[in-house]
């Protein structure tokens, strides 16, 4: 990641500069939590949602954090960037041991770590697959912990698939980087919050708008079977925006990517962040 832009402990530097201890507890312990903040036009996208989410997984993990500090090193890194278009990667990390041990000191400094690359946001169509969920129970704090999803992810990718979508006994979740929507009898739908659940922001964003527009989005439990009898379906997150998919590997499904309810959907949330 050469001449990629990045703040560090306060320090902003290249990102091949800076150096961090094997001994910080992300490295050992996967002990902090993130958060992807996009911009267009050189503007954050809900700004304030994406602080609230880390100030939350912070406190969840009893961690201190100056936000508002956190929000200016972030706007710097905006600042900083090459293109007007793009996202900003910020981790806060309870700190470094001397020696490694589950159990930690109040008197560890708490380490950040942020840096900003472009980004285009062209969504595009998903071949996915579904997969039973092995992730820890509290997947709604933005933890670093993703061995769950990396392992589940990068097996679908040898079945040549962008994505999962995740389920528990046959009860829908969410996918491996994003949520879920999809389209039932003609109303759009989407697994309820949960500790299983991240509360995505684009997910708040895009159910905000629709409400406004007089669309009803019912959140609720789903099964496969209501996936498999979806007429359309999509994916949602700060860097895909809404990404329709097309097929479902492994389960019988009938995916119709210029779906009007979908395409409404779509055209909806672009106008409102990506014009």
Partial sequence: ???????????????????????????????????????????????????????????????NIEIEKVSGEIDNLISSCDSNSGYVYYQITRGVDNIRSHMYSNTLQIETFGYVIPCSFESRPLKVMVCEDIRWGRCNIKSTSLLGNVMSMNSAHKDNCDEVIMHKNNILREAGASNLFFIKDYKICTPALSNNILPGITRALLITELNKIGIEVIEDEFSLT??????????????????????????????????????????????????
Avoid: C
Avoid at 246 to 253: A, D, R, V
């Fill in 1 to 63: 990641m050469d001449q990629v832009k990045a703040v560090f402990n306060g320090k902003f530097d290249l990102v091949e500069n800076i150096k961090i201890s094997p001994f910080s507890r992300a490295y050992t312990f996967s002990d902090s939590v993130y958060e992807v903040i996009p911009f267009f036009n050189s503007k954050p996208i809900a700004f304030s949602m994406h602080l609230e989410r880390l100030e939350y997984s912070s406190t969840e993990l009893a961690m």
């Fill in 226 to 275: 209501d996936i498999s009898n979806a007429s359309s379906a999509w994916l949602t997150s700060s860097t895909k925006g809404l990404a329709p998919i097309y097929e479902i590997t492994n389960l019988k499904s009938n995916l119709n990517i210029k779906d009007p309810i979908f395409l409404k959907s779509k055209e909806v949330f672009d106008k409102k962040y990506f014009n």
